[in-house]
């Protein structure tokens, strides 16, 4: 079973930056995708960002150049640099993870962080 963990949210000004941090329960951050997705009050989740096993990544066009996925495998933990934030940014993001070595959607949920934007 794997459990993820998020922190690092928090309130900020539009135009300011905040860092997020998914904790992983296993050495499992390399060895799959991973993700981020956010959930806006009242509205659907969506995909933000992901990072493949080779270190390549892809971003939802709302983020790209804002927002900076990354891993440190040695501390079992995913994170999120999100610049120049939006009052559109406001959500709860959720890290996420594949089943190993895959590569197709999240398998694995965490609870999620909230972040607040003001304008």
């Known amino acids: 079973q794997v459990q993820l963990e998020e922190s690092g949210g928090g309130s900020v000004q539009a135009g300011g930056s905040l860092s997020l941090s998914c904790a992983a329960s296993?050495?499992?951050?390399?060895?799959?995708?991973m993700y981020w997705f956010h959930q806006a009050p009242g509205k659907e989740r969506e995909w933000v960002a992901t990072?493949?096993?080779?270190?390549?990544?892809t971003y939802a066009d709302s983020v790209e150049g804002r927002f900076t996925i990354n891993r440190d495998s040695d501390k079992n933990t995913l994170y999120l640099r999100m610049n120049s934030l939006r009052s559109e940014d406001t959500a709860t993001y959720s890290c996420?993870?594949?089943?190993?070595?895959?590569?197709?959607?999240?398998?694995?949920w965490g609870r999620g962080t909230q972040v607040t934007v003001s304008s």
């Open positions: 996420a993870a594949d089943a190993p070595y895959g590569c197709t959607g999240a398998v694995y």
């Open positions: 296993r050495s499992i951050i390399s060895n799959r995708c």
């Open positions: 990072l493949r096993r080779a270190g390549t990544t």
